[in-house]
C-alpha cells in the first residue's frame, strides 16, 4: 500500500507522589515520585530506538517530568500542547477513588446526574476531539517518523475509545491505560491505520486517584 506511515506514541505519565490519595486532576504541584521516575526512564529506554522526532506533553508537572527523559535521549525539546492535559473534574481536590465507595454519598449526587456527558467534568467528545487534534498536531510535525504525546490517563483511553469508534461511555475500572503505558496510533498519510498497546513497566490499577 502506497502512502507514508507515522506512528504517534501516547505516553501516559509515571506514577504521582500523592500520599494522601488525592484525586489531584488539574492541580500544580504534583510531581512524580521515585517509583514514577524510574517508570518514565523504563519508558525512554522502551522508545530508545524509534525514530522519535518529536515530543509533546501535557503542561502538567508529571507530564513533562515523564518526558524529560525521553526527550533527553533522542536530543529533543519538549513541547507542550494544552491540548494533552487532563480531563477537567469537579471532584479535583477530593479523596476519591474508583470503586471506593465515596461517590455513594448523597452531597456527591448532584454532580453525577448523566454519566454519559459526564456531569462532573469535561465533556467525552470535548476530550476526543482535543486529543484527537493533538494526534493529528503530533503526526504532521514528526514527518513520516514517530512523535510521542505524553498525556494522562483518561484523555488517552477517550482517544482510543473514540479512534476505535467504540462508546465513550465506560467503566472506568476497565481502562486500560496503566501507569507509564504506551499507546500507539499507526496512520497511513493522515488516515488511522491501526493502534498498538504496551506496558513497558508492567499493569497497574486503574482505580489509583489521580490520573
Not at 47 to 74: C, F, G, K, W, Y
Not at 126 to 152: P, Q, W, Y
Amino acid at each position: 500500500m502506497s502512502g507514508r506511515t507515522t506512528v504517534v506514541h501516547f505516553v501516559r505519565h509515571g506514577e504521582v507522589h500523592n500520599p494522601e490519595g488525592i484525586l489531584y486532576g488539574r492541580l500544580p504541584g504534583y510531581r512524580l515520585s521515585e517509583e514514577g521516575q524510574r517508570q518514565a526512564k523504563v519508558v525512554a529506554g522502551y522508545l530508545a530506538d524509534r525514530d522519535i522526532r518529536v515530543v509533546h506533553a501535557s503542561p502538567m508537572q508529571r507530564a513533562a517530568e515523564t518526558a524529560n527523559p525521553l526527550a533527553e535521549r533522542h536530543g529533543l525539546d519538549i513541547d507542550t500542547d494544552e491540548r494533552l492535559i487532563e480531563a477537567a473534574n469537579r471532584f479535583e481536590g477530593c479523596r476519591v477513588s474508583v470503586g471506593d465507595g465515596a461517590l455513594r454519598s448523597p452531597r456527591h449526587w448532584p454532580k453525577l446526574w448523566n454519566p454519559v456527558r459526564p456531569s462532573w467534568g469535561e465533556p467525552y467528545l470535548g476530550i476526543a476531539h482535543r486529543m484527537l487534534a493533538a494526534a493529528h498536531r503530533a503526526r504532521s510535525a514528526a514527518k513520516s517518523g514517530e512523535a510521542v504525546c505524553v498525556s494522562h490517563q483518561l484523555p488517552i483511553w477517550i482517544l482510543r475509545r473514540f479512534i476505535e469508534g467504540k462508546a465513550l461511555w465506560h467503566d472506568p475500572r476497565r481502562r486500560q491505560c496503566s501507569l507509564a503505558s504506551v499507546t500507539s496510533l499507526v496512520f497511513r498519510d493522515e488516515k488511522f491505520e491501526r493502534l498498538a498497546y504496551a506496558e513497558p513497566v508492567g499493569g497497574t490499577d486503574a482505580r489509583a486517584s489521580g490520573a
